[in-house]
């Protein structure tokens, strides 16, 4: 009997408004944003802070966390791309073979969402975020602040990885049938790119398409083609729950957030080592790695933050709870 082992096929956009279109992954992006607000809202609280300053934070926290996120997909696993198309890396948008007039202003683009975002990007994003947040509060320290942040990040980063499942993006490698997690991601590219599935269906549009390779019979040797692969984001994302509820656990029951730095250091630590091993399971999502060898793009960039964390996990310091 299997568990997990299905056919995972869903359509990523939940409704669309002419070329806008609301995904999945955008909302629970969304959702991440607002659970991280009311979190951070009951840790002001308890440290007696305004409101005024919470909602200052939420803004440089968005920011950076969205521009780190995509100023980190492009250079870290995309340049090649992005050198010769510079209008798409702060722009929902990707070149297109059609022709029509997105928004009837840019020829031969559609609207993609910011599609594209790293996570060690948005980490960096949201470091250079709070110290630019500390420099225009300078009544907050940095650590302060970043022993505190984590908490709303690390849950954050499950509801991220959640709707990576969604998109059927970031699968892991191929596993076969009888595994207990095994998942067919129908939608993935790599295994049945869009314009195939039309071109075998027959269909006018991609979800139509793979709608008829999944429950019309006559695709069905089609549909067996596609592998089984390891459900990598659900392995990540949920991983990233303990992470949550460790340092939610540690702020609220232990003295641990008057060591400056040590929520902040075992964050890196946690988060970053489960990225390590999930990327064993994790299909390439490209990058440096073929220069470098041994280790995937996304294992190279986890160790730096994993001996951050140690550092500020271990260092000498005195207790104090005041900024």
Known sequence: MHFLSFIWNPNETIFSLGPLQIK??????????????????????????????????????VLATMLGARLGHVFFYDWPYYQNHLAEILLPIRESAD????????KGYEFTGFTGLASHGAAIGIIIGMYLYTRKFPEFKMLWILDRIVIPVAIGAFCVRLGNFFNSE?????????????????????????????????????????????NNP???DYLAQIPYRHPAQLYEGFCYIFVFLILYHLYWKTDKKNKPGYLFGLFLVLLWT??????????????????????????????????????????????????
């Open 24 to 61: 999945y992954y955008n909302l629970l992006w969304i959702v991440a944003f607002a659970l991280g607000w009311f979190i951070m809202k009951r840790i002001f609280t308890n440290e007696k802070k305004t409101v005024e300053q919470l909602d200052s934070l939420f803004i440089y926290t």
């Open 99 to 106: 022709e029509s007039l997105f928004f009837g202003l840019i």
């Open 170 to 214: 970031i699968n892991g490698k191929t596993t076969d049938e009888s595994f207990i997690f095994a998942t067919k991601f129908v939608r993935d590219s790599d295994d049945m790119h869009p314009a195939q599935v039309m071109g075998i269906t027959q269909e006018k549009s991609v979800p139509a398409a793979y709608d008829a390779l999944v």
């Open 218 to 220: 006559q695709f069905a």
């Open 274 to 323: 489960v990225r390590f091993f999930v990327e064993f399971v994790k299909k390439s999502q490209g990058g440096f790695e073929e220069s470098l060898g041994l280790l995937s793009t996304g294992q190279w960039l986890s160790i730096p933050f994993i001996i951050i964390g140690l550092y500020f996990m271990f260092r000498p310091s005195s207790i104090t709870g005041k900024k």
